[in-house]
Nanobody, 128 residues
Framework: QVQLKESGGGSVQAGGSLKLSCAAS????????MGWLRQAPGKEREGVGT????????YYIDDVKSRFTITQDNSKTTVFLQMNSLKPEDSGMYYC?????????????????????RGQGTQVTVAS
């Protein structure tokens, strides 16, 4: 079982930035694809983006492309979500998720959304 722990959430004004971190319990087959999900109040959880920890290849949903960046550290057990130009609609609970590499290619970050292990989440609030 993969253990994931998020940190770095908080409150920020619109246009501001936040950086989230996610530490995985290890680098295994089940952490070859890592990424982020989010859920706003009253809405369904959605994928935000993924990173293939083997080669660093990233994917983002259109809504965050050019504003959000996912990176990883050299150990490949910690991933980061740099969020810039934040909007109030970016508010919600952000979850780190991980799954196997072949599921990284599903659009909409569907692999981690449907099949991934998740952390407890960290709250992001963007004030207008």
């Amino acid at each position: 079982q993969v253990q994931l722990k998020e940190s770095g959430g908080g409150s920020v004004q619109a246009g501001g930035s936040l950086k989230l971190s996610c530490a995985a319990s290890g680098f295994t087959e089940k952490t070859r694809c890592m990424g982020w999900l989010r859920q706003a109040p009253g809405k369904e959880r959605e994928g935000v983006g993924t990173i293939s920890t083997n080669d660093g290849r990233t994917y983002y949903i259109d809504d965050v492309k050019s504003r959000f960046t996912i990176t990883q550290d050299n150990s490949k057990t910690t991933v980061f979500l740099q969020m810039n130009s934040l909007k109030p609609e970016d508010s919600g609970m952000y979850y780190c998720a991980a799954t196997t590499n072949e599921l990284c290619d599903i659009s909409g970050a569907g692999g981690i959304l449907k099949y991934g292990s998740r952390g407890q989440g960290t709250q992001v609030t963007v004030a207008s």
